[in-house]
């Protein structure tokens, strides 16, 4: 009897000493998974697509935004006190989204507005820097019309995220599009406009933007209003009709 009791004593002693051991793995596993958490870095709020929730902080506001001059891309009304300024990446995903946005914008509004559109290409994009800088071959040598096209065709056809389109596939897209392909590709070998591109980012940081899409408004009396994210066309509507009516 004795040794049954000195045996159960033994096996209980040794379910202390496991569930102690359990418990402090347990918390050891706890506190790394909060580590975790806390250090696992969040999606770029730039390139989030939806527009703010109720009650969530105000976007933010425009720096010093450059002036909308004849060497800028514009489409609607060249001649328009408002314009929307877009400054966007070919390979974001939420850029791709937001292109048949400003596309309804443009039908919308008419000759109400102008809309300009602007490089913004993001590092961790692989081919959007020189995909920007392609779009710049193109429209000197196709004009501003080539231009609009090429944007319209490299956000149809890229999957985004980094090489949605191979830079070989560049030349026989834009010789689509009327643009001499011998012409585009030495133009664009050549780096003409990588600086152009560039400078362009540095003005969007001045501006306020910080990722893609980035857009601001700005109206008669050139105040800016900047609006980050694909948000869907109704917060381009409510901002621009204020805009448009003064109200």
Same mark, same amino acid.
């Given at each position: #009897?004795? %040794?049954? &009791?000195?045996? =159960? ?8 000493? %496991?569930?102690?051991?359990? $418990?402090?793995?347990?918390?050891? =596993?706890?506190?790394? +998974? ?15 697509? %939806? ?7 105000? !976007? ?10 004849? $060497?800028?891309? @514009? ?10 300024? +877009?400054? $966007? ?15 309804? &914008? ?6 109400? @507005?102008?809309i300009v559109f602007r490089h913004y290409p993001l590092p961790f994009h ?11 071959? +193109? ?11 090429? @944007?319209?065709? #490299? ?9 949605? &389109?191979?830079?070989? !596939?560049?030349?026989? #897209? ?11 590709? $030495? ?17 969007? !940081? ?9 857009? @601001? ?10 609006? +980050?994210?694909? !948000? ?7 901002? =621009? ?7």
């Amino acid at each position: #009897m004795r %040794a049954e &009791i000195a045996k =159960l004593k033994f096996t209980n002693k040794i379910l202390v000493i %496991a569930l102690i051991v359990a $418990s402090f793995f347990l918390g050891s =596993l706890t506190n790394k +998974v909060a580590t975790l958490k806390k250090n696992t870095p969040t999606n770029p709020t730039p390139q989030a697509a %939806a527009p703010n929730a109720p009650g969530a902080p105000q !976007q933010p506001t425009a720096g010093k935004v450059k002036p909308v001059s004849a $060497s800028d891309h @514009i489409t609607g009304n060249a001649n328009s006190k408002v314009s929307l300024i +877009v400054y $966007s990446d070919f390979e974001c995903p939420f850029c791709k989204t937001f292109n048949t946005t400003m596309l309804d &914008i443009e039908k919308a509004y008419g000759d109400k @507005i102008k809309i300009v559109f602007r490089h913004y290409p993001l590092p961790f994009h692989q081919n959007a820097q020189k995909e920007a800088e392609a779009s710049e071959c +193109v429209a000197a040598l196709g004009g501003q019309d080539a231009f609009w096209k090429y @944007i319209n065709v #490299m956000f149809e056809r890229t999957t985004s995220n980094g090489t949605g &389109i191979a830079l070989d !596939q560049l030349g026989p #897209m834009t010789a689509e599009l009327g643009v001499n392909q011998e012409a585009f590709q $030495s133009c664009l070998d050549s780096g003409k406009y990588e600086k152009l591109v560039k400078d362009s980012i540095t003005e969007g !940081q001045t501006a306020g933007v910080s990722g893609t899409p980035s857009s @601001i408004i700005i109206d008669a009396n050139g105040k800016p209003q900047l609006l +980050v994210g694909a !948000q869907p066309i109704d917060a381009f509507k409510t901002a =621009l009709d204020k805009v448009l009516t003064g109200k």
